[in-house]
């Protein structure tokens, strides 16, 4: 249900606003879904135009976490956090505790972890009043970066019905944590590397690293490529840059990549293949997953690997229904949900109204 002023505030199961003037924290939970488990989500803290864009940013991003955590079929819901950073604080960490006590009034049904603007160190300090969090200080962009590239063949597979790279233009926008690693893991495999960074020398020794070439930041969009990999900023795609791609596929690892959802139809309109992000950029919350539950690195490796045959999967589908990639995926976790729900309804009144 969307309020005369178009916030959503009834999209999700809860939404909470902690309030602390002594210590300048204002924070929004958004807990979207937890349906197949607590709502695991990252704790944003970035300074936002009015509070309500910090309560929209929320719920939007709390259901992305939903989409994605079921998709990757993990055993948690959707939920994300944002603190609202103002110009400067007078004692962070102080704030962050307080905020790790509204963590705590949620009793369990948040597990917030690192996003922009948070580090692990403050997630350390969200977990002092008792909340679980996640706050490995094992860097997850190596197993994203993995992800993302068994997302790239699957899709070119796909496309082209070819099991190799060879020669595979990928253009990679931002040579950061995940751009630089799957730039590398690309390449090995025969694919043409380009790569654009605002960081110039960055983008420089990713390329010379992997013996590509290095574009322009502002030159990207236009770009012909045949795959193209966003892997630094949110809302890539937008009616301005959507009629400018030169791509035949994307595969994001950056999240939130389109700008609106009509854009997925969009892009299916100009022959262009779109891995949902969620899909391809979900190595992180498997890895997360791999840290709570201790798996090993060999058991993490195989469960990233299988973003693959999701891909796969996905895409296949999506051309027998003509529905997009990102219509039928969206489709396919309300279904789970759904049949979560009943399961869960059946359950009950098995168990309770009947003994
Ligand atoms: N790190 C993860 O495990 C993970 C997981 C899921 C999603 N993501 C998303 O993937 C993206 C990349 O993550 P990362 O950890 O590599 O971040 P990062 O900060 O290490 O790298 C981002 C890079 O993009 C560059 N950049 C910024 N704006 C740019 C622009 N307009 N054009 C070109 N380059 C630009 C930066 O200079 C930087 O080198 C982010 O959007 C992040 O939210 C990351």
Known sequence: MSGADGVEFFAGEQLVLCN???????AVIAIDDTTLGPG?????????PSER?????ARRLAAAMTLKNASAQLPYGGAKSVIIAPPSWADRAAAMRRFGEFVMRAGGAYLPGVDMGTTTGDLAVIGEAGAEVSCSDEDPSPWTALGV????RAAVAHVDGREDLDGVRVLIQGAGHVGAALAADLAADGARIAVADVDGERAAAVAAAVGGSTVAPADVI????????PCAVARVVDAKT???LRCRMIVPASNDTLSATGDAERLAARGITYVPDF?????????IHALRAGHDHERLRADIARIGGRVRELLDEADRTHETPLTVAALRVKRMLAGQRQGTDARYDREVLHT
């Open 149 to 152: 590239a068994a997302a790239v």
């Open 53 to 57: 864009a910090a309560i929209t940013e």
């Open 279 to 287: 899909i391809a950029n979900a190595g992180g919350v498997i890895h």
């Open 20 to 26: 602390d003037e002594r210590l300048q924290l204002r």
């Open 222 to 229: 236009g770009v012909q490529c045949d795959v193209f990999a």
């Open 40 to 48: 695991l989500g990252g704790v944003r803290c970035v300074s936002y």
């Open 242 to 244: 959507l009629p400018a």
